[in-house]
């Protein structure tokens, strides 16, 4: 069966550190990969889009690499700060139908002081 | 603040009630979706407009009923619903084609309680 799992259902981080959260995905084919944030209560923030053909994509602190091959996406914040203390989800869109964006599991971070 | 606008926030209803939520977005996506999140799990996807056409439905039971009017409005119509579909149900839009396609925007959500 289909399975998009990320390894850590809660990371926490001292300030300053970099956080590595990390996603994998088994009988899925997607045609890219994509990380968003949400805050307790609100609707996902999309922050990041890589693509099959993509190894690595960054955004000011946020760097994702994308392994078709391992089936796995790693995503770094550097210099964290407890702002970025939320939930972090992978999804993935499928290269069947672009619009069939499937999320997984989650993983919390909390950025200690 | 998300430029997807849900209502309403927060809906109690009862077993045998009708009621609908509402979602809007004046981004000129032609692509909306309804996804359900219950606590502590990820958004799951119930359906996906394109063009105002029904693309996908994943299987979701008759007692949700999902409109698109038109390409800015989209609707959940919620009748005869069961204690465990209490959850978030939160709207996203995106565009449907070309490289963006896929990156959702999402409203803050509607959070359902039925008793």
């Known amino acids: 069966s289909q399975k998009i799992e990320q390894n850590s259902e809660a990371l926490n981080i001292q300030e300053g550190k970099t956080a590595t959260l990390t996603c994998n995905y088994t009988?899925?084919?997607?045609?890219?990969l994509q990380w968003y944030r949400q805050d307790p209560g609100r609707g996902p923030v999309f922050l990041l889009l890589?693509?099959?053909?993509?190894k690595e994509k960054r955004k000011e602190r946020l760097k994702v690499t994308f392994d078709t091959t391992l089936k796995q996406s790693l995503f770094h914040i550097t210099a964290s700060q407890p702002a970025d203390s939320a939930t972090y989800l992978c999804?993935?869109?499928?290269?069947?139908?672009?619009?069939?964006?499937?999320f997984g599991t989650g993983t919390k971070l909390q950025v200690i002081p | 603040d998300t430029e997807v606008t849900q209502t309403p926030k927060h809906l109690v209803m009862g077993m045998t009630n009708k009621k609908s939520l509402k979602c809007e977005q004046h981004?000129?996506?032609?692509?909306m979706y309804w996804y359900k999140q219950k606590a502590k799990k990820p958004p799951e996807l119930m359906f996906v407009?394109?063009?105002?056409?029904?693309?996908i439905n994943e299987s979701v039971p008759s007692r949700f009923s999902p409109e698109c009017p038109n390409s800015s409005l989209l609707n959940l119509h919620l009748h005869a619903l069961q204690p465990e579909d209490s959850a978030l149900y939160l709207c996203?839009?995106?565009?449907?084609?070309?490289?963006?396609?896929?990156?959702?925007?999402f409203g803050e959500g509607s959070r359902l309680t039925v008793l």
């Open positions: 981004m000129g996506h032609r692509a």
């Open positions: 890589i693509r099959e053909n993509e």
């Open positions: 407009y394109s063009y105002e056409k029904l693309s």
């Open positions: 996203a839009s995106s565009q449907a084609g070309g490289p963006n396609t896929g990156e959702l925007f």
């Open positions: 999804a993935l869109g499928h290269s069947g139908g672009y619009q069939k964006v499937t």
């Open positions: 009988n899925y084919s997607p045609a890219y």
